[in-house]
């Protein structure tokens, strides 16, 4: 393991604020993220549903989480899981209806929870009422701008109009048949061929959107999770990519201790500019690279949209919120979108991303709250949610490949050492100041499904990328409530979208609920512990006696150390308030291990 670089001398970071108010709730909030099919389906076709959701949210209030984000369970025909939607202001029959959407907002209003609903605004599904008018319309006509339409290139336009390729494998554009049978424009899709993407350019467009954030405040939700937050504007010309081979799909670097150019020192995306004074921060090629992750990623016109739209939520009382996802490096990038006028969160990509080292893990905390104090935001921390492996399945691949999802026979992860190691983050991920999101079933230590059937894949990527990438899957599988009932409780009659497996049967929330050393209590704790301690609204230390090897900082009160390294470390005196293993041996933390300590 690499020293500890320069950055982890004792910092103290600017404040995150005290405990927050009412007014602004989400700058500590922890979040769970419900993925409505796979929670629990109450009606019994095997997909989850919105009334399976009300029926299980005490669950979610025990936990001690404050607010749920529901991914889209809006009318589509399902191509990407729901990400295609063709009416955003219905509920799919899939999930249930307007009145089920109510009934589940007032239960968790009723039980302290808000409520923050997906937003998909990059593309809509081709089922949408609007593609289908552009399809019928001519070349060039309004129908076809709201969408991005371009003459081929080459002979008789037969080659796509430039070289982008789609998210999920292949060719970013398709081509349409005129309503006469010959061959016609193509349009851009940066996912599936079922997700054509607006043009952002097109009034029409915004004023839709900003209609459809009224349609879902006016019913009460807190907030939204803004899907491809990064994506909306192009470059115009649409100019041809130049791929950088070191970047993920996404265009997503693994972040190091070293490499960020993001940390104190580039800072010139402050929260003081005049709106529409987008220039990219001074910062070196390094930054400049990978801050522009291609012409279809981060355009600096995007913060306009962000700023309208803020301007729209900012109408409403009690205070409603935006969270960006935006796969956006540097983190000074990234900060831009949550600048005073725009959104109140980012997830905080880099540090889901961070490997399993206690420098790099170190670094990206530091850059993130230095970077984020410059724009008056906190920090909003997530290891899991529905397009990554689960922690503890990466965790337990000790630097493996992970992207792209795992099948039967890539390299199976170390069950045990990668929940011990996701215990240990997730315990420090709550003891940071900011925001964290919880993926569902994290809460049970749920693994990754590794071994599913290729045969029952959904994911568009698997099919789209030439079965070369198995997709994400095996993060989506139904959750298990009770060991012993058919789907493990989560449908009445047994049935699955996907099949869940045998590991899941002791993971089952029933089987946890009076066991003291479950994740399930593990979870509660910590997040009652946050809460009483403000480690939400609390302000980081760093403490530099432990050892490289070691995340050491002090929040408040507490202090909590997490032990990355192959040997045990010493303990300060003190009462262990939490620890994510047991500590055998009194005074001594082991490998793996993380605890909170005052
Ligand atoms: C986001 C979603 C992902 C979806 C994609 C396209 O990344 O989280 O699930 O496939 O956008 O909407």
Not at 22 to 38: C, G, L, N
Not at 312 to 317: A, E, H, R, V
Request: with cysteine; charged share 25%; glycine share 10%.
């Amino acid at each position: 393991m690499s020293t500890a670089p320069s950055i982890e001398s004792p910092v103290a970071t600017a404040p995150s604020g005290a405990a927050s108010t009412d007014r602004d709730w989400w700058r500590d909030a922890v979040v769970y993220q419900i993925y409505p099919r796979s929670f629990a389906d109450a009606d019994g076709n095997g997909v989850g549903d919105l009334p399976g959701i009300t029926d299980r949210l005490d669950a979610l209030a025990d936990l001690g989480v404050d607010a749920i984000w529901l991914s889209p369970f809006y009318r589509s025909p399902q191509a990407d899981a729901g990400y295609d939607v063709a009416d955003y202001r219905d509920v799919d029959p899939l999930f249930g209806t307007l009145t089920d959407f109510d009934a589940l907002l007032a239960r968790a209003h009723q039980l302290g929870l808000r409520v923050i609903v997906d937003l998909v605004p990059n593309h809509s599904s081709d089922r949408h009422r609007w593609f289908g008018e552009a399809l019928a319309a001519a070349p060039g006509s309004p129908e076809r701008d709201r969408y991005v339409f371009r003459d081929g290139r080459g002979p008789e336009g037969a080659e796509p109009p430039n070289n982008w390729q789609s998210v999920f494998g292949g060719p970013a554009w398709t081509r349409v048949v005129d309503p006469g049978g010959a061959p016609g424009q193509w349009y851009l899709h940066l996912f599936d061929a079922h997700q054509p993407d607006f043009n952002w350019d097109n009034a029409e467009v915004r004023e839709e959107f900003d209609a459809v954030l009224r349609f879902w405040l006016d019913r009460g939700v807190d907030g939204f999770r803004v899907d491809v937050a990064h994506g909306l504007l192009k470059q115009a010309g649409l100019p041809d990519f130049v791929p950088d081979p070191e970047l993920g799909t996404m265009g997503f670097a693994v972040p190091t201790a070293e490499g960020d150019p993001s940390g104190p020192g580039d800072e010139a995306s402050g929260g003081d500019e005049a709106p529409g004074g987008d220039e990219a921060p001074g910062g070196t090629a390094a930054a400049e690279r990978a801050s522009h992750l291609g012409p279809m990623w981060d355009q600096d016109g995007i913060h306009e949209i962000y700023r309208e739209w803020r301007r729209t939520l900012d109408k409403y009382s009690p205070p409603r919120i935006m969270v960006a996802e935006a796969w956006v490096q540097p983190l000074s990038r990234l900060s831009r979108y949550v600048r005073p006028d725009e959104m109140h969160q980012a997830f905080n990509f880099d540090f889901l991303e961070a490997p399993w080292d206690a420098p790099v893990l170190r670094a990206v905390i530091s850059r993130s709250l230095a970077v984020n104090a410059t724009v008056g935001a906190t920090t909003t921390w997530v290891l899991s949610n529905h397009d990554v492996v689960r922690h503890p399945s990466r965790f337990g691949l000790d630097g493996g490949r992970w992207r792209g999802g795992i099948g039967v026979d890539d390299p199976q992860p170390d069950a045990a050492l990668g929940l011990r190691r996701a215990r240990a983050a997730t315990l420090t991920m709550l003891a940071l100041p900011g925001s964290a999101y919880l993926y569902q079933g994290e809460e049970l230590g749920l693994p990754e499904h590794t071994t599913l059937p290729d045969s029952v894949r959904q994911d568009p990527t698997w099919e789209r990328s030439g079965h070369t990438e198995r997709g994400r899957d095996g993060c989506r599988v139904p959750l298990p409530w009770e060991s012993g009932a058919p789907a493990l409780g989560f449908s009445p009659t047994g049935r699955t979208w996907l099949p869940q497996p045998e590991s899941f049967v002791a993971l089952a929330r029933d089987r946890q609920r009076d066991d003291p050393d479950s994740t399930l209590n593990l979870y509660r704790a910590a997040l009652r512990l946050r809460r009483e301690r403000s480690l939400g609204g609390g302000t980081l230390r760093w403490l530099d006696d432990y050892g490289p090897d070691v995340v050491a900082f002090g929040n408040g009160d507490v202090t909590v150390l997490a032990n990355l390294g192959p040997a045990p470390v010493a303990l300060p005196p003190g009462d262990v308030l939490i620890s994510s293993t047991d500590l055998a041996a009194r005074g001594a933390l082991p490998p793996d291990t993380a605890v909170w300590i005052r």
